[in-house]
Nanobody
Framework: QVPLVESGGGLVQAGASMTLACAASDHTFNNYIMGWFRQAPGKEREFLAAINWSSSSTRYAESVKGRFTASRDNAKNTAYLQMNSLKPEDTAVYYC??????????????????WGPGTQVTVSS
């Protein structure tokens, strides 16, 4: 069973908004930090945002701070990434990930234990 599955990607025009969802397979993930990353062709996987189990704390990359918002609904075993004012350079495959530590954040992909398969986001100019 795939532990995490992203949805909500697609093609949008520059300036538009989009919300990605990450559905977890069970409530176990409610205790984990949930992170969001993206990877464009030929580039390394890039940290975007993370949110702790209680939604009381978040972290953002400087490149998306003020435009992207991470949230979660533990009753639905789902995390979200709200993306506003999208730019062509936001085009990438977007991944959600879960980190077993409930408190300590990580901005490195190696700090996460479970990954979704990714969803493509394409922003046209």
């Amino acid at each position: 069973q795939v532990p995490l599955v992203e949805s909500g990607g697609g093609l949008v025009q520059a300036g538009a908004s989009m919300t990605l969802a990450c559905a977890a397979s069970d409530h176990t993930f409610n205790n984990y930090i949930m992170g969001w990353f993206r990877q464009a062709p030929g580039k390394e996987r890039e940290f975007l945002a993370a949110i702790n189990w209680s939604s009381s704390s978040t972290r953002y990359a400087e490149s998306v701070k003020g435009r992207f918002t991470a949230s979660r609904d533990n009753a639905k075993n789902t995390a979200y990434l709200q993306m506003n004012s999208l730019k062509p350079e936001d085009t990438a495959v977007y991944y959600c990930a879960a980190r077993r530590s409930p408190i300590t954040f990580s901005t490195s992909p190696v700090g996460y234990d479970y990954w979704g398969p990714g969803t493509q986001v394409t922003v046209s100019s």
